[in-house]
């Protein structure tokens, strides 16, 4: 079955968080000074960067010019449901393989957490970067299964299908039986992988998400949406 195919198939109605939160209404889109219209003409959507950053209803979005010479663009989105300001950087590649979607943060207010707000809001980024020719979606997966009263990053993007090459001291580390693994994706394929991930193993990483159809990212985030009953008509 394609990407295309499997989408229809289970994202064929929005399920309650969805209608909630996700509507794409009531949004506010300011451009820096530091941008230029023409140079920003391309993305100047307020629909497509809503859903670019995962934008909940009545977020405030403000472009501003990237820090550097990869960075293209610097998005914050403040909402008031987050806890703190998210934050995006549009970026091509240092490895020069296209355009880079960067994800710096997304943290809700207490009330607001263990909803699925946070998941939904990074499906849709990664939906609408697929539709724009992204190549990856990226950010640092934050937490540790010793400290997962503070962040849950390290397991929850795991578990949606963002992928790293695990480093050697983790390698190291792994049950006998998970000694072939070499990627986290394939960790997040394993029921035995998964547990130990959420507890011992799991660390902060690096991750990316790979928007190429049949990467292992879109295995791992199939599983998650069915196990999770999330839809949503994309």
Request: aromatic share 14%.
């Amino acid at each position: 079955m394609s990407l295309l195919d499997w989408y229809h198939a289970h994202m064929s109605d929005r399920d309650e968080i969805f209608r909630q939160y996700f509507n794409q209404v009531d949004m506010t889109l300011e451009l820096d000074e530091s941008v230029d219209d023409d140079e920003f003409d391309v993305f100047n959507s307020v629909e497509m960067l809503v859903k670019l950053t995962g934008a909940p209803d009545g977020s405030y979005l403000k472009v501003s010019r990237g820090t550097d010479e990869a960075e293209l663009f610097h998005i914050v989105v403040r909402n008031r449901i987050f806890k703190y300001p998210s934050e995006y950087a549009l970026a091509n590649r240092s490895d020069g393989f296209g355009l880079e979607l960067y994800v710096d943060s997304i943290t809700l207010r207490d009330e607001y957490q263990n909803k699925g707000i946070g998941p939904r809001s990074m499906l849709l980024s990664l939906l609408e970067a697929k539709a724009q020719g992204f190549r990856y979606v990226s950010l640092t997966a934050a937490g540790s299964s010793n400290n997962r009263g503070t962040f849950w990053g390290y397991y929850v993007w795991a578990s949606m299908g963002f992928d790293a090459v695990l480093p050697s001291e983790i390698l190291c580390s792994l049950p006998e039986r998970l000694s072939h693994v070499r990627r986290l994706a394939e960790l997040m394929l394993d029921d035995e992988g998964r547990q130990w991930w959420y507890h011992p193993g799991g660390r902060a990483i690096d991750v990316e998400f790979d928007l190429s159809p049949d990467s292992l990212s879109w295995t791992v985030l199939r599983n998650y949406v069915e196990a999770k009953g999330i839809s949503y008509e994309y």
